[in-house]
């Protein structure tokens, strides 16, 4: 166990659906990352936040959303999904913005119908 | 950020120690070597990370050359479970810029029962 959670692990929607994915750190960090993992491409960065203040948006499309209400919980909203968004959503943590020491969560499976 | 060679694949008996190489020849002074690894569908895993000195932690010890130019991550008695891709990432200690990750390739590590 990292000390990082995320809910849920598993995710099917359709491209008309509103779903969330949820991140919860018990490790007393200060930055929260979302990262996209798709088959046979690198880990992409999409969201960092230090803070509850978010920090970078790596060109996200408008159909992810995230939301950092405290330290300890990170959120990505999700609308009008394409197929091609169908990937593992990582979610990370690290003591503070920048750190390379990150711990990441187990990751939820999206699938996209 | 320095570029990292590792071989693609290994094999280890379970009880044995793990041995993985990384090159790291164009490494500058300020860049530290992390080590993280991924289990298959599983998020990433923090593994340790060293700048000159050796490191050891409950996980693996890390041994770098005194050139820096390569290091070497230990399991010492490896188990079924430490059957992963094991990424060596060389990075200043913290990102001044993007919070990207970059795994490249890997080593695909297997351990034999």
């Known amino acids: 166990e990292t000390g990082v959670t995320q809910t849920p692990r598993h995710l099917v929607m359709g491209m008309t659906n509103k779903k969330s994915l949820k991140c919860e750190q018990h490790?007393?960090?200060?930055?929260m990352y979302w990262y996209k993992q798709s088959a046979k491409k690198p880990l992409e960065l999409m969201f960092v936040y230090s803070l509850e203040e978010r920090v970078e948006n790596n060109s996200v499309p408008s159909r992810f959303s995230p939301e950092c209400p405290n330290s300890s919980h990170l959120f990505l909203h999700l609308h009008t999904l394409q197929p091609e968004d169908s990937a593992l959503y990582l979610c990370?943590?690290?003591?503070?913005?920048?750190?390379?020491?990150?711990?990441f969560g187990p990751g939820t499976r999206l699938t996209v119908t | 950020d320095a570029k990292t060679t590792q071989p693609p694949s290994m094999d280890c008996a379970e009880g044995r120690a793990a041995n993985l190489p990384c090159n790291h020849s164009?490494?500058?002074?300020?860049?530290?070597v992390y080590w993280y690894r991924q289990i298959h569908s599983q998020g990433p895993q923090y593994i340790i990370h060293?700048?000159?000195n050796n490191e050891t932690n409950e996980m693996a010890s890390l041994i770098i050359t005194e050139d820096r130019k390569s290091s070497t991550l230990i399991l010492p008695h490896a188990t079924l479970r430490d059957t992963a891709v094991y990424y060596c990432i060389v990075r200043v200690g913290r990102g001044t810029g993007a919070n990207n990750l970059f795994f490249g390739t890997g080593t695909r590590l297997t351990v034999i029962p």
């Open positions: 490790l007393g960090h200060n930055a």
């Open positions: 164009t490494i500058s002074g300020n860049e530290y």
């Open positions: 060293g700048l000159k």
């Open positions: 990370a943590s690290s003591l503070r913005q920048g750190d390379y020491e990150q711990y």
